[in-house]
Nanobody, 129 residues
């Protein structure tokens, strides 16, 4: 099991920036950011593995950057040029044995896969004028 604690969410105007952080305990093969709005499925935003390979959903490509501080075991998501449609609860995820989150970037994650990953408690991001 990996314990994950997110921080950095908040309210921002369109065009603004936020940086999310996720402090992790323990080893993971892959870490990722997902987001979810009420009434919709949880969907992958960006993922990164231990070789620093990364992938982004088309909707955030060029605006969001995922990175990881391996010394501190902290995952980041730098979000620039935020749009109202980025409003969601953002969750940090860790896969301890594989790179399953890579498959679900830009797609909803099915319940059996979701239940197999480790998740943080979520941090709310609201983009509104």
């Amino acid at each position: 099991q990996v314990q994950l604690v997110e921080s950095g969410g908040g309210s921002v105007q369109p065009g603004g920036s936020l940086r999310l952080s996720c402090a992790a305990s323990g080893f993971s093969s892959c870490m990722a950011w997902f987001r979810q709005v009420p009434g919709k499925e949880r969907e992958g935003v960006a993922a990164i593995d231990n070789d620093d390979a990364h992938i982004y959903a088309n909707s955030v490509k060029g605006r969001f950057t995922i990175s990881k501080d391996n010394d501190k075991n902290i995952l980041y998501l730098q979000m620039n040029r935020l749009k109202p449609e980025d409003t969601a609860m953002y969750y940090c995820a860790a896969d301890t044995t594989a790179r399953r989150p890579f498959i679900y970037i830009g797609r909803p994650i099915p319940a059996p896969v979701r239940d197999a990953l480790n998740w943080g408690q979520g941090t709310q991001v609201t983009v509104s004028s």
